[in-house]
């Protein structure tokens, strides 16, 4: 079995003070709630705020996803809620392209219209919980529209909603879906994003290191990654768009994927913490001790659950669950049970709410703040991922930044051999893993779990519906606002679009619509498929 | 190698589909294994598949999926034998739970290859495999 950190480092049997030597508590540690944050934000940890314990919903449709999130709430969910979208929307296509219909509802809720996301909040508070819409960049825009138009029918104050819609610009280039030229992507997300902040809305857009650690990148390139990537989008809101970092700062929150290396994915945390601070007093010239913190939630890592003897994942579920809460987050949501076979079930959803439950109300790990601290081989561990990603982010800073280095396929190669080491240590026995190489039963002897399905008839349905409705809209309204938003993404990059397509979304334009009329704009295929095209006179 | 031609496999994602990790990894080691891999990369319907799949004339198809509709497999199939070449042995990997991966095979997927699968397992298969179909007679292309 090999003894070295997930990014290549010998881990030695017992550690010292020797290895933490030079450490200055005051200035590269400090108390929880004091600068650079290692420890985290606040001085009471846990006993000012648990974290949100949720659990991710989204398949088939709106109606169906609803229930779901019903459910949830019965079983304890209540502080926020967490949405994954389906394939054709985070591509985005709407459920009645030819493509899209094979897939609607497919890994997700199809949340395409204003529509379908009434149906979806249908006897569920917009307040008092955290809303949480993942899928892709390119939705971005519309999800935010639907929180702003959804708060104004109901007369919420806007201000008062919280949580996430919008996310980064990279995640096509993490296998997400995606179809939209990184520079348009780039362009719609700073739109999105300036609205937010201008506005003084209290929703968080994702910038994610998540998505590049689950294709296979390690923990020391998770770090880099992102840090590049906040340091390149913050970036452009103060330099392109005008806004004060002060004010930006609290617009990204990261998404930490939390693995099986159970005193590295704590230290990755830990040093994250840091070298966010770091860089926003550094880089940024940040003036409050606010805009110096970045939000962190955790995902235990869906990669580490194995599709052998599912039940043993509980047991991974709940150490990943008790490393993040130990690292200190804002929010878990967990991979769990069913991870490698389908979309969570009742049951694994229950137990992975339950697990959640379990560490944060029976162990007393929210009794006492970085428990860790102090601790010479987690001070280690911590020192080290951060000295080694900031070497890895000097080469992609050489690389030109983010931006540069993803379209210069850098990034790309860097998860590609990350996640091919992986699969050869895995199948030389080096790394273990239960059920897959170690301790492996015949097949047929494995555990029966329920697994959630969609069928091809579930997402005909949400064609045909869509098919059906988008003939009752009011096609004049519909008509004008969808050439006001043509006419406005000509208008160039600086021009923001989120007005336009708060009103497009507002006359019922779905995703597909509203993505293809941008997308032409810009001189690209209204359909990214290029199969069908524009039904509108633009 | 049992056959003196290079195999050549054709490597896709299916549907709507964006990890690419899977398919990714496996294309490198059938390479290393010496065959010859075409990669479609994501966003591939099976019309375009089997499109691929005449014009390269490739042994082998190997389809991965992370879904939770498998219609887009069935459809890869029944196109296949509506153009004569259900002799290509397809091969999938991926999440695919056992009920769902029982009714693929059922409809004429010739493998499915679990998460966790070795390198060795998926290689061995389609050596076996395409020589198997040697023997019986390959086809037109």
């Given amino acids: 079995m090999k003894r070295e950190t997930d990014y290549g480092y010998e881990i030695k049997p017992a550690y010292t003070p020797a290895d933490i030597e030079g450490m200055d508590y005051a200035k590269d540690v400090g108390d929880p709630g004091v600068y650079p944050f290692v420890r985290g934000y606040h001085p009471n940890g846990y006993r000012s705020r648990v974290w949100t314990r949720r659990m991710t919903a989204g ?22 809620m967490l949405v994954i979208c389906d394939r054709p929307n985070a591509m985005p296509i709407d459920a009645d392209h030819p493509v899209g219909r094979r897939e609607a509802g497919v890994l997700g809720w199809h949340g395409a219209s204003l529509l379908e996301f009434e149906e979806l909040m249908d006897g569920i508070p917009l307040t008092g919980q955290s809303i949480t819409l993942l899928g892709s960049s390119a939705m971005s825009a519309i999800r935010l529209a639907y929180i702003v ?29 995606d179809h939209l030229p990184l520079d348009l992507l780039i362009k719609l997300w700073l739109d999105s994003s300036e609205y937010i902040v201008r506005n003084k809305i209290h929703m968080r857009s994702g910038i994610l290191s998540q998505h590049f650690q689950e294709s296979g990148g390690n923990n020391a390139q998770a770090l880099a990654v992102e840090i590049a990537q906040l340091k390149e989008l913050l970036g452009l809101l103060v330099n392109e768009r005008g806004l004060d970092f002060d004010d930006v700062a609290f617009l990204p929150y990261e998404l ?16 994250l913490r840091r070298m ?42 709940a150490i990943e669950t008790l490393a993040g809460a130990i690292a200190g987050c804002t929010a878990i949501d967990n991979a769990c049970l069913d991870n490698a076979h389908a979309e969570p079930s009742p049951f694994a959803a229950r137990m992975s709410l339950n697990t959640q439950h379990i560490v944060s109300d029976e162990t007393g790990v929210t009794d006492v703040t970085d428990p860790l601290a102090g601790s010479y081989f987690v001070e280690y561990l911590t020192n080290k991922v951060e000295a080694e990603a900031y070497k890895i982010l000097q080469q992609i800073e050489d690389q030109g930044g983010m931006i540069a280095a993803v379209k210069k396929g850098y990034i ?27 301790l492996v039963i015949p097949p047929e002897e494995d555990d029966d779990i329920p697994i959630q399905s969609v069928e091809a008839s579930d997402s005909e349905e949400i064609a045909k519906r869509m098919e059906e409705w988008k003939k009752t809209r009011d096609v004049p309204l519909l008509e004008e606002k969808i050439a006001q938003l043509y006419k406005d993404a000509k208008k160039g990059d600086k021009y923001n679009l989120m007005p336009s397509i708060i009103e497009a979304v507002k006359a019922y334009g779905t995703a597909g619509e509203i993505m293809g009329v941008i997308r032409m704009a810009h001189g690209f295929h209204y359909d990214p498929l290029e199969m069908i095209s524009c039904p509108f006179d633009v | 190698m049992s056959t003196k031609q290079r195999i050549k496999v054709l490597i896709s994602v299916i549907g709507l589909d964006g990890h690419f990790t899977g398919a990714e990894i496996v294309s490198r080691f059938l390479m290393d294994a010496g065959m010859e891999v075409v990669y479609l990369g994501i966003y591939q319907t099976p019309e375009m598949i089997v499109n691929a799949a005449i014009q390269e ?11 939770s509709n498998y219609e887009q497999i069935n459809l890869l199939i029944d196109l296949l034998k509506k153009n004569n070449m259900s002799t290509i042995p397809v091969i999938c990997g ?48």
Wanted: glycine share 8%; hydrophobic share 35%; charged share 25%.
């Fill in chain 1, 256 to 271: 930490s994927s939390i693995g099986m290396r159970f005193f590295e994915e704590i230290a990755k945390v830990r040093a």
């Fill in chain 1, 149 to 177: 138009i959804l708060a104004e029918k109901r007369g919420v104050e806007l201000k008062e909603v919280h949580g996430s819609v919008t996310e980064y610009p990279f995640c096509s280039t993490f296998g997400q879906t």
């Fill in chain 1, 276 to 317: 966010f601070a770091k860089m926003a007093r550094e880089t940024f010239k940040a003036k409050s001790e606010k805009a110096c913190q970045l939000l962190i939630s955790v995902h235990t890592s869906g990669r580490t659950m194995t599709y052998q003897q599912p039940l043993n994942n509980i047991a991974r579920c």
């Fill in chain 1, 59 to 80: 398949l088939g449709s709106s109606k169906r996803t609803n229930e779901v999130l019903k459910q949830y709430r019965e079983m304890g969910q209540t502080q926020g």
């Fill in chain 2, 94 to 141: 991926g999440s695919i739970p056992k009920q769902y991966a029982e009714a693929l095979v059922k409809k004429g997927v010739s493998k499915i290859f679990p998460p966790q699968s070795t390198s060795d397992s998926i290689v061995n298969y389609i050596v076996s495999t395409v020589k198997r179909e040697n023997v019986t007679g390959k086809l037109n292309g």
């Fill in chain 2, 57 to 67: 004339s490739v042994d082998v198809i190997g389809i991965s999926s992370h879904a």
């Fill in chain 1, 412 to 438: 790309h190669t860097m998860m590609e051999e990350s996640a091919r080491k992986k699969q050869k240590e895995i199948e030389s026995g080096e790394r273990l893993i239960v059920g897959a190489n170690e």
